[in-house]
């Protein structure tokens, strides 16, 4: 199983996705139809050839930044650029691979980084944690449990996720999407935490603010070199 | 603000015709181009499409600065959407202009449009010389009449539908493109467009008008300028069909031309309006004047 090939929509460009589209704004609490159509940046989803959204890889992945995630990391509801990798990547000037998959469990995060691992010798792994109710069904189709049905299989499968790949790997930068993780115990890494500046287009995902903010952590976890003053 | 992007402009123009919407719409569309900004010339809205949620999404997802007109008497094509059309332009463009210019000149502009020449803008010498008016002629003034209700009548729409438009001055428009954009949209970059040369040039051109004075550095700068326009509408942001409108009729052969113009001055500053000012004949001569040395005819 090729967990760094994902075998949808590769090599294509569109404007909306998932949940960002203006029919789902009309049903969201933070944002109306009228938000989501003068949102003021331009919002593409352009799709490389090993069906991220991000431009090609480049041959050499010896230094590169592994970025892991779901829909927070791909960016849905925002413009590439202002997703955490883009940031990281245009702060610290290290390219910034953006492995993040729409709804995506921990699960399949978790065998994305092993495979990274095995086959990559990484030397920086981000990993953007899912939501504890979403289990894996088959490589590419996970379950959404309603969060009121949270119990502690939920709980123990985040635990397996996160432990397994933070004793293969121990300098992983580890965050979640914004959720309540008052009940993760017994991790053997830090859980970053963050708070929650902005929303994108969608009134769901976050956007550049909150980004920001999450990549200065990860530039002082890695003691990153800082270019903020190129822009 | 975000440091990563610009944030999208999206520019209307409201338009009755006969004030020079046209020309603001394509010269800025070039400028920002040149400047950098990728963006799209839809022209009217209503040319696009006239199905209010198809129009909602392409100009929505539309990635380019985008750059169109809308006018009360093409905006009933929306049918029972109107007052939603207008409604959504109204809070979806994030600048929206109307061109001042002497409403009796507009009102003459518009009334020999629409039953002299039957042609509002010409875009080549081929245009000009087919378009161009007899030596003499007149407009009628029941005609003009009904040209200033409807102009009367494109002030209430505007204050109606668009409190907050904002105002450009026909004459820097005309005089200084390159300076008003620059002023307006807080462009940076120096590069250097002469939007006004080139304009100065074409409507010489069209008219045989001496232009040896030129030299082949400013002859080339039109040339790139032609070919920058053509690129352009190669990529689908402009219409190559409809490039820059050309000056077609100034106030001099108005004043030359229209055998009653007199007459319908009379008619201009005796119509109540709040929205006309008045002007006497001696103000029209002397801006004629000042136009006659801009285009150095």
Same mark, same amino acid.
């Given at each position: 199983?090729?967990?760094? /090939?994902? %075998?949808?929509?590769?090599? @294509? *460009? !569109?404007?909306?996705?998932?949940?960002?589209?203006?029919? =789902?704004? #009309?049903?969201?609490?933070?944002?109306?139809?009228?938000?989501?159509?003068?949102?003021?940046?331009?919002?593409?989803?352009?799709?490389?050839?090993?069906?991220?959204?991000?431009?090609?890889?480049?041959?050499?992945?010896?230094?590169?930044?592994?970025?892991?995630?779901?829909?927070?990391?791909?960016?849905?509801?925002?413009?590439?650029?202002? /997703?955490? %990798?883009?940031?990281?990547? @245009? *702060? !610290?000037?290290?390219?910034?691979?953006?492995?993040?998959? =729409?709804? #995506?469990?921990?699960?399949?995060?978790?065998?994305?980084?092993?495979?990274?691992?095995?086959?990559?010798?990484?030397?920086?792994?981000?990993?953007?944690?899912?939501?504890?109710?979403?289990?894996?069904?088959?490589?590419?189709?996970?379950?959404?449990?309603?969060?009121?049905?949270?119990?502690?299989?939920?709980?123990?499968?985040?635990?397996?996720?996160?432990?397994?790949?933070?004793?293969?790997?121990?300098?992983?930068?580890?965050?979640?999407?914004?959720?309540?993780?008052?009940?993760?115990?017994?991790?053997?890494?830090?859980?970053?935490?963050?708070?929650?500046?902005?929303?994108?287009?969608?009134?769901?995902?976050?956007?550049?603010?909150?980004?920001?903010?999450?990549?200065?952590?990860?530039?002082?976890?890695?003691?990153?070199?800082?270019?903020?003053?190129?822009? | 603000?975000?440091?990563?992007?610009?944030?999208?402009?999206?520019?209307?123009?409201?338009?009755?015709?006969?004030?020079?919407?046209?020309?603001?719409?394509?010269?800025?569309?070039?400028?920002?181009?040149?400047?950098?900004?990728?963006?799209?010339?839809?022209?009217?809205?209503?040319?696009?499409?006239?199905?209010?949620?198809?129009?909602?999404?392409?100009?929505?997802?539309?990635?380019?600065?985008?750059?169109?007109?809308?006018?009360?008497?093409?905006?009933?094509?929306?049918?029972?959407?109107?007052?939603?059309?207008?409604?959504?332009?109204?809070?979806?463009?994030?600048?929206?202009?109307?061109?001042?210019?002497?409403?009796?000149?507009?009102?003459?502009?518009?009334?020999?449009?629409?039953?002299?020449?039957?042609?509002?803008?010409?875009?080549?010498?081929?245009?000009?010389?087919?378009?161009?008016?007899?030596?003499?002629?007149?407009?009628?003034?029941?005609?003009?009449?009904?040209?200033?209700?409807?102009?009367?009548?494109?002030?209430?729409?505007?204050?109606?539908?668009?409190?907050?438009?904002?105002?450009?001055?026909?004459?820097?428009?005309?005089?200084?493109?390159?300076?008003?954009?620059?002023?307006?949209?807080?462009?940076?970059?120096?590069?250097?467009?002469?939007?006004?040369?080139?304009?100065?040039?074409?409507?010489?051109?069209?008219?045989?008008?001496?232009?040896?004075?030129?030299?082949?550095?400013?002859?080339?700068?039109?040339?790139?300028?032609?070919?920058?326009?053509?690129?352009?509408?190669?990529?689908?942001?402009?219409?190559?069909?409809?490039?820059?409108?050309?000056?077609?009729?100034?106030?001099?052969?108005?004043?030359?031309?229209?055998?009653?113009?007199?007459?319908?001055?009379?008619?201009?500053?005796?119509?109540?309006?709040?929205?006309?000012?008045?002007?006497?004949?001696?103000?029209?001569?002397?801006?004629?004047?000042?136009?006659?040395?801009?285009?150095?005819?």
């Amino acid at each position: 199983m090729d967990y760094l /090939t994902y %075998p949808f929509k590769m090599n @294509t *460009i !569109s404007s909306t996705t998932g949940m960002d589209n203006i029919y =789902n704004s #009309a049903n969201r609490p933070r944002v109306s139809i009228k938000d989501w159509v003068t949102y003021p940046y331009p919002i593409s989803y352009s799709i490389n050839s090993k069906g991220f959204r991000d431009s090609e890889w480049p041959d050499n992945l010896d230094d590169v930044v592994w970025c892991l995630g779901d829909s927070f990391t791909k960016g849905v509801g925002v413009p590439f650029e202002h /997703t955490w %990798p883009s940031i990281l990547q @245009t *702060i !610290s000037k290290k390219r910034c691979i953006n492995l993040g998959i =729409n709804g #995506a469990a921990n699960r399949l995060i978790l065998n994305i980084a092993k495979q990274i691992i095995s086959e990559h010798n990484p030397k920086y792994m981000i990993i953007m944690w899912s939501y504890k109710h979403r289990r894996y069904e088959d490589p590419w189709q996970f379950i959404h449990y309603k969060e009121d049905e949270l119990n502690s299989k939920s709980v123990e499968e985040f635990r397996y996720c996160f432990n397994t790949v933070n004793d293969l790997l121990p300098n992983i930068y580890n965050t979640t999407v914004p959720t309540d993780v008052s009940d993760l115990t017994q991790l053997n890494n830090i859980l970053h935490k963050y708070e929650l500046l902005d929303f994108g287009r969608d009134g769901f995902h976050f956007d550049y603010l909150t980004a920001e903010s999450i990549v200065d952590s990860i530039m002082q976890h890695f003691n990153f070199r800082r270019y903020d003053n190129e822009l | 603000m975000s440091k990563y992007l610009n944030k999208l402009k999206r520019v209307l123009v409201l338009t009755p015709d006969g004030i020079g919407s046209t020309y603001f719409q394509r010269s800025l569309t070039v400028y920002l181009n040149y400047h950098g900004y990728l963006t799209k010339n839809y022209h009217d809205l209503c040319n696009l499409t006239t199905d209010l949620p198809t129009l909602v999404k392409t100009l929505s997802t539309d990635r380019t600065n985008i750059v169109a007109r809308c006018s009360p008497y093409r905006s009933t094509e929306f049918g029972n959407d109107t007052k939603k059309y207008l409604k959504f332009c109204s809070y979806f463009f994030t600048d929206i202009y109307v061109i001042s210019r002497c409403s009796f000149e507009s009102v003459l502009s518009y009334s020999n449009t629409h039953k002299g020449t039957g042609t509002l803008n010409v875009y080549s010498k081929e245009q000009y010389k087919q378009n161009k008016n007899k030596k003499s002629y007149s407009i009628e003034k029941d005609l003009f009449i009904e040209s200033l209700k409807y102009f009367e009548d494109f002030y209430v729409w505007l204050d109606k539908y668009f409190p907050k438009h904002k105002v450009i001055s026909y004459t820097d428009l005309i005089t200084n493109p390159d300076t008003l954009f620059k002023n307006e949209f807080n462009i940076t970059s120096d590069k250097n467009l002469s939007l006004l040369e080139y304009n100065k040039f074409n409507t010489k051109r069209v008219r045989n008008k001496d232009l040896t004075k030129y030299c082949s550095e400013q002859l080339l700068k039109f040339i790139e300028i032609t070919d920058y326009i053509q690129y352009l509408s190669k990529k689908g942001l402009l219409d190559i069909k409809k490039p820059f409108p050309i000056k077609k009729i100034t106030l001099r052969e108005k004043l030359n031309e229209i055998s009653n113009f007199r007459e319908l001055l009379d008619v201009y500053n005796n119509y109540s309006s709040n929205h006309f000012e008045k002007i006497s004949f001696q103000q029209i001569n002397d801006r004629a004047v000042i136009e006659d040395n801009l285009w150095t005819i």
